[in-house]
């Protein structure tokens, strides 16, 4: 367990400085997540996961996506579609920004996303289910809503964001996803798919039926039932993305969008 956290304390501590003035000088947030911050967001998702499911072959996936050093050559070979003369940002697991603008649009916004995420299924949905509908546990694992299969879920649903590159667009002004082939041939549900079975993590039918609705309609290949799982998923990444980060940033009143 040491060693795996330690990856990713030297992850954050070799985060190039020029990602971070590129975000302040955006203003995305009246301040940006400190390393410290960053630290400790990092080292409680690894711990929730490590405590949630112990699964080497997801932990090898998710290591695989934390250095932004280690990787981002890789990652920028790959770009075709910028300018030669346009900066492309590798950002990695740890440090990616959860949107390109709507919400957690900043350096390590995607860890701060996914726990909050699941914070409120543990402490607030779960809570619910148990003790005021009076749902057994059995109940909830005969419709596959455990800690591990949410967890895993709400990884998947945006874990293609790790393997992304960013560039500052003058002309939109926000950032913009850059081009390669992973995200030229593969939907967003097949990114996050291929980087799991690239390192021989097995999707049972629940999660891939489930991940292909637990987006709310961004899904290129949705099932046509949509599963319990992949509805409280969808609703927890809503409650996230549409309601605490607007509140924190300031802008609930103009950032809400339809359900």
């Known amino acids: 367990m040491n060693n795996f956290l330690n990856l990713y304390t030297k992850a954050i501590s070799k985060m190039p400085q020029r990602y971070v003035d590129e975000y302040q000088k955006l203003n995305a947030l009246s301040s940006v997540v400190s390393q410290e911050d960053m630290l400790n967001q990092s080292h409680r998702l690894m711990n929730i996961i490590w405590s949630t499911f112990n699964d080497p072959r997801w932990i090898s996936a998710l290591e695989s996506i934390a250095d932004p050093v280690l990787h981002e050559h890789v990652i920028l070979n790959e770009d ?23 919400h957690h649009n900043y350096i390590g916004g995607l860890v701060k996303h996914l726990i909050e995420m699941f914070d409120a299924w543990k402490f607030c949905i779960k809570p619910y289910f148990l003790n005021y509908l009076n749902w057994s546990e059995a109940t909830l694992e005969l419709n596959n809503l455990t800690d591990s299969n949410v967890l895993k879920l709400i990884l998947m649903h945006d874990l293609h964001k ?21 995200t030229q041939t593969l939907s967003t549900d097949s990114q996050s798919i291929s980087i799991l079975t690239k390192h021989s993590v097995a999707l049972d039918p629940v999660l891939l039926a489930a991940h292909s609705q637990a987006e709310g309609g961004w899904s290129k290949n949705p099932g046509k039932v949509t599963t319990a799982l992949s509805k409280v998923v ?9 309601i605490i980060a607007p509140v924190n940033q300031g802008t609930a009143l103009g950032n809400f969008r339809p359900i």
């Not at 790790?162 to 992973?182: D, I, M, P, R």
């Not at 969808?234 to 549409?242: H, K, P, V």
Request: glycine share 8%; with cysteine.
């Open 80 to 102: 075709r579609s910028i300018k030669s003369n346009t900066e492309v940002m590798y950002c990695g697991l740890m440090h990616a920004p959860a949107a390109k603008g709507y």
């Open 162 to 182: 790790a393997h992304l590159t960013f560039y500052w667009s003058e002309e939109k002004k926000a950032f913009q996803y850059g081009n390669n082939a992973f």
């Open 234 to 242: 969808y609703m927890l990444d809503e409650f996230s993305g549409s």
